[in-house]
């Protein structure tokens, strides 16, 4: 029987093999993911199941803090109202080492729909994800550092380093610099994020603003036309609820052929998340992830509305 240190110098080799391995199957999809992401306008939007999720929420990571704005996002969220938060600026990264992840597929037609550019990567040039790709990494290994074969290991270790090389090749596209890398990380990122507060970051322009009288059909066009995936709902001018891109999808699902006669105020969210101008972008971000929201409204003492911060406006 190996001993521990046997094992983990093993796991190193599979590993480092499994790296390599990548390098014969680089072809001109890596210029053509490089070259997407590189002239993307919006954002580059990282999604996967299970470990592929873990690492791309990495390789988002990665990319945001070298100059490619990005962010994850689980597949299965998309379902609950998070399609909102997609534009055709955008780019999505789809990773899934068989390629054929049935929660993942179910994501790529909104995707195809909305006429984004889709990068896959995977361990299956044949798969589905492949085939509806606008270009495709290949990121095969021949076996699992698992001695089972079954955990992903090697596989996992393909795909971030591939998520590795797109940055890399990025930073070098972009000329980034180590005073650009200095503003993404302490003491320059942090130490603005701290001091940088709701109103200089919020959106105040073009509000989707709704009466709560309206009928759904309508106010579907101002959500979308407001591209914030949410609608505010006010009477004189004050607050009285907020609906969601995905409050009228659960709408549309429960009330079917009922939904066009039903109004703003059937489905609104009486309570919306308020802060006060002067908040600070840390306890925003804090207040969404507690409350699972990607968005909260700013107001003044009288309940009025001033603008709204997004999870992206927090990317400062």
């Known amino acids: 029987m190996k001993t521990s240190r046997e094992l983990a110098i093993q796991c190193f080799k599979d590993e480092a093999a499994a790296v390599m391995g990548l390098i014969p199957q680089l072809g001109e999809s890596f210029d053509e993911a490089v070259r997407l992401m590189y002239e993307c306008k919006g954002k580059v939007i990282v999604t996967g199941v299970g470990k592929s999720g873990h690492i791309g929420a990495k390789i988002a990571a990665t990319l945001s803090s070298t100059g490619t704005p ?73 076996k699992e550092a698992c001695p089972l074969n079954l955990a992903p290991t090697s596989s996992t270790m393909a795909q971030l380093a591939m998520g590795d090389a797109l940055a890399v090749a990025l930073i070098e596209k972009r000329n980034f610099q180590p005073r650009d890398f ?39 066009i101002l ?40 109004t703003v105020s059937d489905i609104m969210t009486r309570t919306p998340k308020t802060v006060k101008p002067e908040t600070k972008i840390t306890e925003i971000q804090r207040i969404m992830n507690k409350y699972k929201v990607h968005s909260v409204l700013v107001t003044d003492n009288d309940n009025r509305l001033l603008g709204v911060v997004d999870h992206y406006s927090c990317m400062i």
């Open 70 to 142: 990005s962010f994850f996002i689980n597949p299965l969220d998309v379902f609950h109202g998070d399609l909102g938060v997609m534009t055709s600026d955008d780019v999505v990264l789809a990773i899934s080492n068989s390629g054929q992840t049935d929660e993942l597929l179910r994501f790529i037609p909104m995707v195809l729909h909305m006429e984004i550019p889709i990068i896959g990567m995977s361990g299956n040039p044949e798969s589905l994800l492949a085939k509806y790709s606008t270009c495709h990494l290949n990121v095969s290994v021949e």
């Open 182 to 220: 200095a503003q993404f990380h302490p003491g320059g990122e942090l130490g603005k994020r701290l001091l940088t507060t709701a109103q200089d970051v919020m959106r105040s322009d073009d509000m989707p603003i709704l009466p709560p009288e309206m009928h759904l059909g309508e106010a579907i």
């Open 223 to 262: 959500v979308s036309k407001g591209k914030l995936g949410l609608g505010i709902a006010e009477v004189d001018g004050k607050i009285v609820g907020l609906i969601t891109d995905g409050d009228i999808r659960r709408a549309m699902e429960k009330w079917q052929a009922e939904f066009f006669d039903r």
